[in-house]
T-cell receptor, first 109, second 114 residues
Framework: TQLLKQSPQFLSIQEGENLTVYCNSS?????LQWYRQEPGEGPVLLVT?????EVKKLKRLTFQFGDARKDSSLHITAAQTGDTGLYLC?????????FGQGTELSVKP | DAGVIQSPRHEVTEMGQEVTLRCKPI?????LFWYRQTMMRGLELLIY????????DSGMPEDRFSAKMPNASFSTLKIQPSEPRDSAVYFC????????????FGNGTRLTVT
């Protein structure tokens, strides 16, 4: 049973397009983190959201935490080939960090 | 800042053999995590140490898996005996203060058990 469900699992787009990745659960999380992982490397933290309804921006990336703290989204504006990678959400559930299965993003030139 | 260091990067072994994976966390971090990543199950938490003490080992698959943290700068994950279904990428991560603070991952050990 996957506590955190990410969608879509795979996404292939052209450079310059916008995209949104979703992270959903029926559980309430104390906080939620987003990571990006490249092949052969470990995940690298992008952002942590803590408050319900919180929105954080990191250049072309916009992260939102749902009001009820059960879901989150990542929106990328004008995707670049360097955005290619596996995007993982991870929720703090009772002091344990649970990861979603990830969204594999491929941005083509 | 050297980051989290894992060794070896790749390990190929035969079923039944003992495998030991090693991790050096970032200096000053007091929490250490072992994760396993597969295509089917994604990233799964195996065990988590705080100040060298195991806090949560509920993710350790079975008795064949054991983990130690003899001091603040070193941890091992041992599989004995190994089985083909243990094939995965094993990640070590450390953080300043538990899972609430950002995790810093190593580059993983890719284990193949034939």
């Amino acid at each position: 049973t996957q506590l955190l469900k990410q969608s879509p699992q795979f996404l292939s787009i052209q450079e310059g397009e916008n995209l949104t990745v979703y992270c959903n659960s029926s559980s309430v999380f104390s906080s939620l983190q987003w990571y990006r992982q490249e092949p052969g490397e470990g995940p690298v933290l992008l952002v942590t959201v803590v408050t319900g309804g919180e929105v954080k921006k990191l250049k072309r990336l916009t992260f939102q935490f749902g009001d009820a703290r059960k879901d989150s989204s990542l929106h990328i504006t004008a995707a670049q080939t360097g955005d290619t990678g596996l995007y993982l959400c991870a929720g703090d559930l009772g002091g344990k960090l649970i990861f979603g299965q990830g969204t594999e993003l491929s941005v083509k030139p | 800042d050297a980051g989290v260091i894992q060794s070896p990067r790749h390990e190929v072994t035969e079923m039944g053999q003992e495998v030991t994976l090693r991790c050096k966390p970032i200096s000053g971090h007091n929490s250490l995590f072992w994760y396993r990543q597969t295509m089917m199950r994604g990233l799964e938490l195996l065990i988590y140490f705080n100040n060298n003490v195991p806090i949560d080992d509920s993710g350790m698959p079975e008795d064949r898996f054991s983990a130690k943290m003899p001091n603040a700068s070193f941890s091992t994950l041992k599989i004995q005996p190994s089985e083909p279904r243990d094939s995965a990428v094993y990640f070590c991560a450390s953080s300043l203060a538990g899972p609430n603070s950002p995790l810093h991952f190593g580059n993983g050990t890719r284990l193949t058990v034939t």
